[in-house]
């Protein structure tokens, strides 16, 4: 089975600090069990293309100082491959960066990792989100980190049918369903809605790199749900493969009472806290208080047993692990570059103890590719 994650996420949803506790936390001042000083690059969206893994990136800065210097793609990362690939150079050039956290990786992460290792051999690459080929980035990165996507093919129509859903609404646009894996997850929604009896209805919005930007592709989503729910009804199920997409597609199907199982990148912070008009000040990095306040606001309209996510911020998750896999790699604490033991227990205590989150590996026609791992997890019940 054909597996990789591909969410081309604009978000805009305000996320703070996801962070456990440390393995063998270092003291700041770079300076490993070796004695030799070392830092940690990572380079995500800026905070209008994706501030769960923007503000990943601080929260790493802060609770590591001087250990890790960040960088940002540009917005328009599609067209711009070139800036990103100097922006991840940039990072490399100082030498005592030793790894590099790339998440997400758009296109041009590749790209970058052959240019930095011309002169840097040795450095290490974590991906996130990778946007690449699973095979081409398999074999530039050192370890790859995605959401389970092909998975949530299967779980989404089956999580829908549970919630009451009879029509399942698909927006996407060329762009990503050009994507291997949206495609293949698509077609797998469409084989187990059919299965079900729900009815699946593919409807092409617009892609938020295009001229109507952002704001067109959302305005189309607040405009074209009502409609939708008029013609099926509120047992309509919504999904959409954009991030930029979540907070008005969340908002109007809490307001007209339909159906939402999760995110393209689930979270509880990914547009929920935007969308449901959450004040997170002062609760930033208790996950459960914003759980709990989405239960509330869901609860006002009867929509708790209706609308659903994951309990850990997936790409924050990511960063976060990638960064502390880092350490324990140059630190001298992992069996060589990809060490799925250590990986598997950080992956494992971010996401809050054993069984919070499984990893499994990409298949590329009946390969496994050892280093690209996938990340999933249990709804979260907001009726509890």
């Known amino acids: 089975m054909r597996k990789k994650l591909i969410c081309a996420c604009l978000a805009l949803v305000m996320v703070f600090a996801f962070v456990g506790c440390g393995p063998k936390e270092p003291e700041g001042n770079g300076e490993p069990v070796g004695g030799e000083t070392y830092k940690i690059g990572i380079i995500t969206g800026t905070v209008s293309q994706g501030e769960e893994e923007y503000m990943a990136a601080q929260n790493m800065a802060e609770k590591y100082g001087d250990k890790i210097v960040t960088a940002t793609y ?224 869901l609860k006002e309209k009867g929509q708790e047993a209706r609308m659903s996510t994951w309990p850990v911020p997936v790409n924050m998750l990511m960063v976060e692990a990638g960064v502390d896999y880092a350490i324990e790699f140059i630190e001298g604490r992992t069996n060589g570059r990809v060490d799925e033991e250590v990986l598997t227990e950080i992956v494992s205590r971010i996401a809050g103890g054993e069984g919070k989150a499984t990893l499994s590996k990409y298949e590329v026609d009946g390969t496994v590719l050892d280093n690209f791992f996938l990340i999933l997890c249990d709804y979260y019940d907001f009726s509890q």
């Not at 800036?83 to 758009?106: E, G, H």
């Not at 698509?186 to 187990?192: F, H, K, L, N, P």
């Not at 954009?242 to 307001?255: A, F, H, K, T, Y």
Request: proline share 6%; net charge negative; charged share 20%.
């Open 74 to 297: 540009p917005d328009n990362f599609a067209s711009e491959t070139e800036t990103t690939i100097a922006n991840v150079i940039s990072l490399a050039s100082d030498p005592d960066v030793k790894a590099i956290v790339f998440c997400q990786a758009v296109p041009g992460a590749c790209a970058a990792v052959d240019k930095v290792r011309e002169t840097n051999p040795d450095m290490l690459f974590i991906f996130g989100v990778a946007h690449e080929d699973p095979a081409t980035v398999a074999s530039k990165a050192d370890i790859v980190l995605n959401s389970d996507e092909i998975s949530m093919g299967y779980r989404i129509p089956q999580k829908a049918k549970e919630m009451g859903a009879t029509t399942l609404i698909h927006y996407s646009f060329p762009r990503h369903l050009s994507m291997e894996t949206i495609a293949t997850r698509r077609q797998i929604m469409i084989e187990e809605c059919e299965k079900l009896g729900i009815k699946f209805v593919d409807v092409t919005a617009p892609d938020p790199t295009g001229d109507a930007g952002l704001g067109g592709a959302q305005q189309f989503i607040l405009e074209d749900v009502p409609r939708q729910i008029a013609e099926y009804g509120k047992d309509t199920c919504f999904f959409s493969t954009n991030c930029g997409m979540q907070e008005p597609l969340i908002r109007s199907v809490w307001e007209n009472g339909a159906i939402l199982v999760q995110q393209c990148c689930p979270s509880p912070y990914h547009g929920y806290p935007a969308a449901l008009d959450i004040d997170v000040t002062g609760h930033e990095g208790d996950i459960q208080y914003i759980l709990d306040a989405i239960a509330e606001k």
